[in-house]
């Protein structure tokens, strides 16, 4: 075993995990405030918005995640009007492409886990809420967003851990991720596995710690569903 | 129409069927991502009833075998899984040929490798569709099995597999559309599947925007004609059990 071989791939896959997560970061929070126009036109009670949330969801989530990146960062450049509009200069970078597709991608997801925790929320807590003389702000605060919240945890929690796995792709736009980083160690070391195993290791680790921390989040907003202790 | 490029390139040439068309190299894809990904979930299908079987057989070993295959496999992004299965398979041929006294590399098909990393990625997941499955089964349909004598395989092909699968068809549903997405990562080893068939007629007629959108219909065609299918195979699947609701 060449140790020192095994740290310095270590710590050049680790100096790529930045842009990691932030690619995750970012795809995650823009697929939410999407998810959560999606989820407002799906319930909006208008016909056509409705429609146009289905086919949201339907397209997003019925396709690969790479042909969508792929649309995105090679299609788009390719249009003229494209290239002379306004969000060429964001369209035009690898990381923003990327955070685009990721964030459309997972907003298909994420509006789904939504809808599904506000259809849960029991029909007898708004309309004790409506009774009260709650407005429709305060209900949303006080009541709905509470308990829809606890009823999306674990769904978005394995959203958000396959969001992370998403991230790899990006090494297929030329972004220097940790996935292309061990691409490229191998590549030029001709080590054929070690680079891929430290880099599963370290993908594998940061799932674990996300998956921890929403399980803990569970328990602490459910405090009322523990055992009493004896 | 938007897909009309620039240089005057008639659209729909390029995805006819004629000179110069890609209508068949597509459809063949197409086909291609079908097969893939229908070989891949029935190997997931084997190493997940086998993970299953691990932690419901009640050892102790067996059982963290299984559950760490299942967590480590679902804990690693799907694309560093494609490019180690596909390294790692041909290392393992090599190395099974120097056996035999062939010296030299041996590479492993890119389908098939393909497929087995499919299959493993789902094998981690349909893992817990049959353990579910299986823990649906009531108690008493095996207790009467036992007791009218039937022996160990007897009951598992009359009595465990029909409910297993029927219970397990939900989530084997949701898995063949994961499955079907992704087969796309495997574009990267050079299988002539959707994804790859794109990415060469995108790169040889400069046209990515029609081909990438072009193979992203074809995807959504096949997801949703086979949730259909396998709707309706619930559907007959039930055909027989009470509901609560539709």
Known sequence: MDWDFIGKTFWRLMAALPLTLEVWLFSVVLGGLIAAGVVWMRVSGSKPLAVLARGYVAIFRGTPLLIQLFLVYYGLASIPAVRHSLFWPILREPFYCGVLALGLCTAGYQSEIFRGALLAVPHGAIEAAK?????????????IFPIALRHALPAYSTEMISMVKATALVSLITLWDVMSVALKIRNDTLVTYLPLILAGAIYFTVNYILGA?????????????????? | MILASADGVDTLRIFGFGEGGWGLALLMGAGMTLAVSAIGLLIGAAIGSLVAWSR??????????????????????ELLVVYFVYFGSSTLLTGAASLVGYNGFVGVPAFVAGALAVGVISGSYQAEVFRAAYLAIARGELEAAVSVGMDRWLMFRRIIAPQVLRFALPGLGNLWQVALKDSSLISVTGLAELMRVSQVGASSTHQPFAFYLGGLVLYLVMTLATTRLFDMAEARATRGMRRIAG
């Open chain 1, 131 to 143: 009774a009260c003389g709650m407005s429709g702000l305060t209900m949303f605060r006080r009541i």
């Open chain 1, 213 to 230: 921390a929403f399980l803990s989040l569970e328990r602490r907003l459910s405090p009322h569903l523990r055992a009493r202790p004896s």
């Open chain 2, 56 to 77: 419901l057989s009640g050892h102790r070993l067996a059982g963290a075998a299984g559950e760490t295959y299942a967590a480590i496999f679902r804990g690693l992004p």
